[in-house]
Nanobody, 129 residues
Framework: QVQMAESGGGLVQAGGSLRLSCAASGRTDSTYAMTWFRQAPGKEREFVAG?????????????TYRDSVKGRFTISRDNAKNTVYLQMNSLKPEDTAVYYCAASSTGVAVITEGAYEFWGQGTRVTVSS
């Protein structure tokens, strides 16, 4: 079994920054793809950013972001700590949501929720205008 625990959410003014962390424990390691999703009030959960395992080459390699966060958010991972981070800069009110981390044993970060077997409980991010 795999447990995922997010932290780092909070209230921030527009233009500010937050760094989210997600620590994975149990049967997970650096071969998993790690991804952040978010769900705003009254909306469906959506893909934010993902990072594939390091040995993936070609299609699906590296990191991927939704268009609205490109240039503002950065996903990274520390394999020694089984932790993935989401650095969020230049935050906007529309970034307000509960942010979830997820892990996929396929090793490839994709935007489809169904590809992820393990999920955290979420951490709330509120951006005030």
């Amino acid at each position: 079994q795999v447990q995922m625990a997010e932290s780092g959410g909070g209230l921030v003014q527009a233009g500010g920054s937050l760094r989210l962390s997600c620590a994975a424990s149990g049967r997970t390691d650096s071969t998993y793809a790690m991804t952040w999703f978010r769900q705003a009030p009254g909306k469906e959960r959506e893909f934010v950013a993902g990072i594939s395992r390091s040995d993936i080459r070609g299609s699906g390699a590296g990191t991927t972001y939704r268009d609205s966060v490109k240039g503002r958010f950065t996903i990274s991972r520390d394999n020694a700590k089984n932790t993935v981070y989401l650095q969020m800069n230049s935050l906007k009110p529309e970034d307000t949501a509960v942010y979830y981390c997820a892990a996929s044993s396929t090793g490839v970060a994709v935007i489809t929720e169904g590809a992820y077997e393990f999920w955290g409980q979420g951490t709330r991010v509120t951006v005030s205008s």
